[in-house]
């Protein structure tokens, strides 16, 4: 288990039965009849059927005539004994297939005799023991016959098999299990003196078939939990097999766990993954934004975001509280996909800083408010600037370890968290990082500025390579970016319908300037770009030909986005594009090697803006070009 994991289990109040009536409550309600008819769920039998067409959780059944069993081999498109026989028949596969006849039939069928509740001798029969001993040995009449005979009357049924997760019925009055389990209580009984045969029946699986999940013999809860999981999981995108998933549950059922969460040993390939974000689905349900800004970790879901915040290490009650209250102000004012990690910075800012007191404060160690004053910020500098000189601390991260606190300590004091009654009433005015307390910025060459024009050709002539070792999508958002210069994020997320026209019947492309908060910006392009945009959209369409266009993204990810909903995201872009960078020779004119770290997606931003100035495109005009306020 991971520390976060540790963490917030020691954080986590303990349930009860009252606790597990209200999740149950909870997760019901939260469950869509959309969804649930989608996947075939079947409130009375206690079992999923899931559709072999389903985008996300169907499967492929043997394509050999009369084989209904599921393959997972796409490939080959035949099970493993059709494969075999195939194998040993000498036939081509036309021919095999052609003329193979039914080996092997998965599930049960109802008696042919109108009414009978008795299931039939085998898959592939078509009457019940009673009636086919009745026609084959008493009667001695063909099928047809003997359907019509008026003797061929239905018969009551045996009852439900005994294994608690069985659907089937029982096939015969000497035993109270169906043809599949009696064989199986059969075996452990020869095999083990101490079969527990009560215990068995709890915890035995039902009969796999096809797309049939049994959720029966779980408790309430724990069905509900599966539910809103695979729910939630389907929602995200997330390709889920029904292999799988029935493993999952036939664990949580041979565990006779009363909540998913309490399984111990879910082990396996893919298993244990899946009940993890099962029972995390089903964790973050229960959470609201107000009882969890009073934990120390926070599960940002219940904020709307992925992750966590932790709080853990800053040692001072009234610092750790302050903090609580900063983040809880914060983090609704932050856009983009890394807002968890920028306030978790800002936090582990004042980790160090509660760190400094717990050191140099050796009476009190920094828990009493009163006492701490503008030494302790001194102190707290001298710290940041020895673990500069040390090698433990980057000159930039002094600064900005130095600029979180101040700017953190300065919006505490605004939220008026000094006031009576607040974490940090009785704080000095002095305990501050003042503007002249910051470090001087350290000077660097940072990648990301603009590229010399050869080296640009290079990135221009070597565009078709990004083809052979990533995606579509991931050429057309660099060409897009070196020829807008836009950010990568805005490039990123741009809408399918992202492509217009002025009055003077130009291209204009239309995107989302997310840093400056100014939205539908329109920006000239050349019609080179609006070339690629629309081949791009026709591209996008014929993959997604249901999806609203309203809901379509230019550059579709390909993981987790079975409608076209969700865009590739910068992190993704930057590490393809790292690996297309590294793959080439970049030259200067002089035949020196260029350094490939410079080559960043941000530094087409850059230059793009150089590129204008250079043809001396004027300061304001350049200014509305890079979509800046001032």
């Known amino acids: 288990m991971s520390a976060v994991a540790t963490a917030r289990a020691a954080h986590a109040p303990q349930v009860g039965a009252a606790g597990e009536d209200h999740e149950l409550a909870v997760l019901t309600g939260l469950l869509e009849e959309s969804f649930l008819d989608e996947v075939g769920w079947d409130p009375s039998a206690g079992v999923l059927r899931v559709p072999a067409e389903h985008p996300l959780l169907g499967y492929r059944l043997c394509r050999v005539p009369g084989c209904a069993t599921m393959i997972y081999a796409y490939a080959l498109g035949i099970c493993r004994a059709c494969s075999n026989r195939l194998q040993a028949s000498g036939q081509s596969e036309e021919e095999f297939l052609a003329n193979a006849r039914t080996w092997r039939t998965v599930g049960t069928r109802s008696c042919a005799v109108t009414d009978c509740a008795r299931p039939a001798k085998t898959a ?29 009357q239905p018969l009551p049924s045996w009852g439900p098999c005994r294994v608690v997760a069985c659907v089937r019925e029982q096939d015969t009055e000497r035993t109270p299990y169906c043809g599949a389990h009696r064989m199986q209580a059969l075996r452990m009984q020869r095999k083990s003196a101490d079969f527990d045969e009560n215990h068995w029946r709890r915890t035995a699986p039902a009969v796999a078939e096809g797309g049939m999940v049994s959720l029966r013999g779980l408790p309430p809860l724990v069905v509900a939990q599966v539910l809103y999981g695979l729910q939630r999981r389907t929602e995200s995108g997330a390709k889920t097999t029904v292999t799988t998933l029935r493993r999952v549950c036939d664990r949580l059922r041979e565990e006779q766990v009363t909540s998913a969460g309490h399984a111990t040993g ?77 306030v978790q910075s800002h936090i582990n800012s004042f980790v160090l800083l509660s760190e400094s007191l717990h050191a140099t404060r050796r009476q009190d160690h920094g828990h009493q408010i009163g006492a701490v004053g503008r030494q302790d910020i001194v102190a707290f500098l001298s710290r940041l600037a020895y673990l500069e000189k040390t090698g433990k601390l980057s000159a930039y991260g002094r600064l900005v370890h130095c600029r979180n606190v101040r700017k953190m300590l300065n919006t505490c004091r605004a939220l008026g968290l000094t006031r009576t009654g607040n974490p940090l009433a009785g704080l000095a005015e002095d305990f501050t990082v003042r503007q002249q307390d910051l470090p001087p910025a350290p000077q660097r060459e940072e990648p990301g500025r603009d590229l010399p024009p050869e080296v640009m050709r290079q990135l221009c002539d070597a565009l078709p390579r990004l083809d052979e070792i990533t995606s579509r999508e991931m050429r057309v958002a660099v060409e897009v970016l070196i020829d807008t210069g836009r950010r990568p994020d805005e490039v990123c997320e741009l809408a399918w319908d992202c492509l217009a026209w002025d009055t003077d019947s130009q291209p204009v492309l239309v995107y989302d300037n997310w840093k400056e908060q100014r939205m539908g910006r329109r920006l000239p392009i050349p019609r080179a770009t609006a070339e690629l945009i629309t081949g791009q959209k026709k591209r996008v369409r014929e993959r997604f030909p249901n999806t609203p266009l309203a809901e379509l993204k230019l550059l579709p990810s390909a993981v987790k986005n079975p409608h076209g909903k969700k865009a590739i995201s910068d992190g993704g872009l930057t590490g393809r594009h790292r690996e297309w960078v590294n793959s080439l020779p970049l030259l200067l004119a002089d035949g020196t090697e260029f350094d490939r770290s410079a080559v960043v997606p941000y530094a087409y931003r850059h230059t793009y803006a150089q590129r204008h100035a250079d043809a001396g495109v004027p300061a304001d005009v350049l200014r509305d070009l890079m979509g800046l306020r001032s």
């Open 266 to 342: 879910i082990t396996g390939t893919g298993l244990r993954p899946l009940w993890s974000q099962l029972v995390t689905f089903a964790r973050q349900a229960l959470l609201d934004p107000e009882s969890e800004r009073h934990k120390d970790l926070w599960d940002t879901a219940a904020f709307g975001y992925g992750g966590s915040l932790d709080f853990t290490k800053i040692r001072q009650h009234w610092l750790r509280e302050a903090a609580k209250r900063w983040a809880v102000e914060d983090l609704p004012r932050r856009r983009g996909d890394q807002v968890v990690g920028i």
């Open 124 to 152: 592939r029969a078509a009457l019940c023991r009673a009636h086919d001993y009745q026609r084959r040995e008493r009667l001695k009449l063909s099928m047809d016959n003997f359907l019509r005979h008026p003797d061929a």
